[in-house]
Nanobody, 123 residues
Framework: QVQLVESGGGLVQAGGSLRLSCAAS????????MGWFRQAPGKEREFVAA????????YYADSVKGRFTISRDDAKNTVSLQLNSLKPEDTAVYYC????????????????WGQGTQVTVSS
């Protein structure tokens, strides 16, 4: 069982930055691939970024590539998402997720989810 708690969301102007963190419980955190997803009002949850269990491989949605960076610190049981050059269309609730099957762009591949943190980007 893995419990995930996101933090770091907030209100920021377009062009600004935020750093989201996800704290995980459980001694097996390092064996999970981790992902970030987001969901805007009235839209489906969409993939943002993922990192494999070792931290060597990362993958990004085209819409955030070059602006967002995912990283993990297994010593602290955390995964982070650095959001730079934010745009109003990045406004959403951001979710952290853990997968036992490897990193994936699909919601259904993830076994555990956090409660989400709101990111709002004003124009």
């Amino acid at each position: 069982q893995v419990q995930l708690v996101e933090s770091g969301g907030g209100l920021v102007q377009a062009g600004g930055s935020l750093r989201l963190s996800c704290a995980a419980s459980g001694r097996t955190f390092s064996s999970y691939a981790m992902g970030w997803f987001r969901q805007a009002p009235g839209k489906e949850r969409e993939f943002v970024a993922a990192i494999n269990w070792s931290g060597v491989r990362t993958y990004y949605a085209d819409s955030v590539k070059g602006r967002f960076t995912i990283s993990r610190d297994d010593a602290k049981n955390t995964v982070s998402l650095q959001l730079n050059s934010l745009k109003p269309e990045d406004t959403a609730v951001y979710y952290c997720a853990a997968s036992r099957r490897g990193y994936s762009v699909y919601v259904t591949a993830y076994d555990y989810w956090g409660q989400g943190t709101q990111v709002t980007v004003s124009s």
